[in-house]
């Protein structure tokens, strides 16, 4: 994790109990990233502009998705959507020519994922109407499974979200697989937070929300041909101009999926490979790769303590270590001249109580290795970290980061080692 | 600041000039820096002096870094060691000693050196920041008020609010990216 912004100005304000500005120090005095956050708000100063606001808003996973369905097939799906909706009533009728202009322009994860024609059927398409209740209608769009994780898209349809700013948050959602409760991950927003309106509104018009949503299954799933899907939204928060107020449900969900696609085609291969940043250590422990794109798992070995506290119940003593890391991704490429970055952070865990902290690096949406990865004997990887020596080269992308050693590993036996 | 600023900011210790200037012409940078940690003007002023000198001390073993962010470094290191040392010593002072260390209405940022003009962009910031918070979802207040004004550890807090500690983390993780992003869109 690192510190957001405006908490140094909570921190600045004497805002923080002691314990937790203490918690937060602790992390400044370590952490370099949040060191030129924290000049930039304490002294108003950019330490490094240009890199100062590339940490600060990384690219992560959630802002590729954001910026990729922003404006592109969707929202020309849903002007004809809104076409179609302002001859007909509102309503479930509507979702009927919903539903329509999507098969014409294509579904949120597959545009996000961009995944080739040829590897279709990888993210299975939903076939099940839209759930209407209190004039908010959910519609569940495309899912995909994958050994640790289930991806949904979906898309809401309300008139609340019309006004700029104003949007629903998913509350009390819960999904069972095979009747099993499974917990849900963070939602993020699909293609424009505040509702899709087009330039030229029209009575009858309802805007619509995408989100995103992941579950993390107890048990992979993988496996499973006919997996069952039971999803729940007991109710949803908007929040507008106004105050915010809870729109109750439920929406509930009933459908099977074919765990199964994704899993046909992924290549999962073990690593044993560990490299140093000014003494943080990092092991890279597995690379997987699919149509729908390519991770590598890293541990933060030797993490920071973020807080230590004493139970006063048990007498135990409970330890919190930081997530925050100064890595931004790796270069990887073949002997081909193939290459690609792996570089979007997924889940910002603030801190863990683990002794050693995952991260999950995924490959560009539209820049998946899967095609010449698939087929590589060894691979060069070159991990890029942020660093206030930073100079800007104007290079694009991870690059302008400060590079590490690069190494090489060996995909067909499994073993790997470093070449330093 | 443009492309030759920076460079020049960059460039600058490389220049014929003494570190003792070169420390002078960022006082205000450092002495903001400092404030915001330390929260008190005569601790504020003793630590800069101190941390002048380590500067100028250290300035021989300076290996090329960006000079902004290398005292940015020191200063912030030696603030919050200091800070440390001063918390470690207080645990011997009698508590209603304590009490009067601080009063309830001082303000960090009225008495800080921000000229009139930062002073109120801060507070106008502060304002806005606090709104975002109290208009969270009360599910999400609840926690994140506790995570912030309280000392309790996640399993205090879900003991506190009879919930399962894992809940309280994602909580608290969906609250701070909900009040960061609204954040940043009154910012901009």
């Known amino acids: 994790m690192h510190i957001e912004t405006y908490e140094w100005l909570l921190y600045l304000h004497g805002d923080l109990d002691p314990g937790r500005a203490a918690e937060f120090e602790a992390h400044l005095a370590a952490c370099d990233e949040c060191l030129a956050a924290y000049v930039k708000i304490a002294a108003g100063e ?40 302002s001859v007909t009533p509102p309503g479930r009728t509507a979702w009927a020519s919903f539903i329509l202009s999507l098969e014409k322009f294509g579904n949120a994860l597959s545009d996000t994922f961009q995944v080739s024609e040829e590897n279709n059927g990888t993210i299975e398409t939903v076939n099940q109407t839209a759930v209407a209740a209190n004039g908010i209608e959910i519609k ?45 991950g963070y939602a993020w927003y699909g293609p424009r937070r505040g509702g899709i309106v087009p330039a030229e509104t029209q009575e009858n018009e309802i805007p619509v929300q995408g989100m ?41 969900f009933d459908f099977v ?28 422990t597995e690379l ?89 004997d060894s691979l060069s990887v070159t991990p890029y ?27 067909t036996n499994g073993e790997n080692h470093n070449e330093k | 600041m443009n492309r030759e600023k920076i460079l020049h900011t960059l460039q600058a210790d490389t220049v014929d000039e003494p570190i003792e200037e070169q420390i002078g012409a960022y006082a205000n940078y450092l002495k903001k820096i400092i404030f915001g940690i330390l929260k008190d003007p005569t601790d504020s002023e003793e630590a800069y002096l101190e941390i002048t000198q380590k500067i100028m001390l250290a300035a021989s073993s300076r290996r090329g870094e ?21 918390r470690e010593d207080a645990i011997c002072v009698p508590l209603e000693n304590l ?25 106008e910031s502060l304002a806005e920041l606090q709104e975002i918070i109290a208009g969270l979802p009360e599910i999400y207040q609840a926690v994140i008020r506790l995570y912030y004004g309280s000392g309790l550890s996640m399993k205090e807090i879900a003991q506190e609010l009879e919930l399962n500690p894992r809940t309280v983390e994602t909580r608290i993780f969906r609250a701070r990216k909900m009040i960061s992003e609204q954040w940043r869109n009154h910012a901009h």
Request: aromatic share 10%; hydrophobic share 40%; net charge negative.
């Open chain 1, 46 to 85: 950019d330490i490094l502009p240009e890199q100062a606001a590339a940490i600060r808003a990384p690219r992560t996973a959630t802002r590729a998705v954001l910026h990729r369905l922003r404006w592109a097939g969707l929202t020309a799906a849903l002007v004809l959507f809104f076409i179609l909706v």
């Open chain 1, 385 to 411: 970290v942020s660093s206030l020596d930073f100079v800007d080269t104007g290079v694009e992308g991870i690059k302008k980061n400060l590079a590490l050693e690069s190494f090489r590993i060996d995909l």
């Open chain 1, 140 to 184: 569940i769009d495309q899912v995909f499974v994958e050994s640790d994780q289930i991806y949904f898209s979906m898309f809401i349809a309300s008139d609340l979200i019309a006004e700029e700013n104003s949007y629903l948050y998913l509350e009390n959602d819960s999904l069972t697989l095979n009747g099993e409760e499974t917990s849900l």
């Open chain 1, 288 to 376: 997987r790769t699919s149509p729908v794109r390519t991770r590598l798992t890293v541990e933060r070995v030797n993490p920071t303590l973020f807080s230590e506290w004493v139970n006063q119940e048990s007498g135990e003593t409970e330890r919190y270590y930081s997530s925050s890391t100064n890595l931004q991704g790796f270069v990887i490429a073949d002997d081909q001249g193939n290459e690609a970055e792996i570089s979007l952070l997924e889940y910002d865990q603030p801190f863990t109580s683990e002794v050693k902290v995952r991260y999950f690096l995924f490959s560009e949406r539209d820049d998946n290795p899967y095609e010449w990865l698939k087929d590589a």
């Open chain 1, 212 to 252: 995103f949503r992941i579950g993390y299954p107890k048990q992979d799933y993988s496996q499973e041909k006919n997996l069952a899907v039971h999803m729940t939204i007991q109710s949803l928060y908007h929040v507008g101009l106004r105050a915010g107020k809870y729109i109750e449900g439920p929406w509930e």
């Open chain 2, 66 to 86: 960006n000079f902004k962010a290398w005292i940015a470094r020191i200063a912030i290191n030696h603030c919050i060691d200091r800070k440390k040392r001063s």
């Open chain 2, 99 to 123: 009490e009067h260390e601080r009063p309830d209405s001082a303000d960090p940022l009225a008495a800080s050196i921000l000229s009139p003009r930062e002073l109120l962009l801060a507070k």
């Open chain 1, 257 to 284: 999926v074919d765990g199964t696609q994704l899993e046909r085609q992924t290549h999962t291969i073990p690593l044993n490979v560990s490299f140093e940043e000014k003494g943080r250590l990092y092991a890279l």
